[in-house]
């Protein structure tokens, strides 16, 4: 974990992103265009980077909200609410918007299309603990090899692949 910290909470960081394609810092990759939401470990010779595209970033005064657009159709203000506090997704946008631009989002989103529901939630240092600590766990664990099924019922709920995946956790 200290070294993803030290890689990522490095002096040099750019301070807007505008700056990241001008000074990149010399741990973080930058990545562009300016929606894609670079993230990087650097330990010796090994360095990790993650790779995503935010579906949109609002911008104002008192900061940015990070916007993810789901079709899951979540009818209920607090279990919206509850689904973005939970989101290992925008966690990582929002540890990726903090390293891009030295401040966390003012507010994370999930908007829900189907029903118009938005769930909010202002990330915390906690918040971006917690993608540091996925992130150093996925690449150990690729590095490794270790490539087996860890189902459970939150993760196989919301999971893509949970219809046709042998090990899920959703079926009856
Ligand atoms: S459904 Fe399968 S692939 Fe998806 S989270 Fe569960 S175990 Fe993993």
Redesign the pocket.
Known sequence: MASLRNAIMTKDRPRRHGDMKRTPAKDVLPCSPSTRAPCCRSSGDVRTRVRGRFDRVDEDLLGAVVVDYKTSEITKQKEADRRVAASLQLKMYALAWREMTGRLPQRVELRFIETNVVGRHEPTEADVEQALAAVEAAADGIRARRFE????RN??RY????QI??????RE
């Open positions: 099924a860890t189902p459970s993760a196989c999971c893509a692949y949970s995946c042998p090990f899920t956790a959703t």
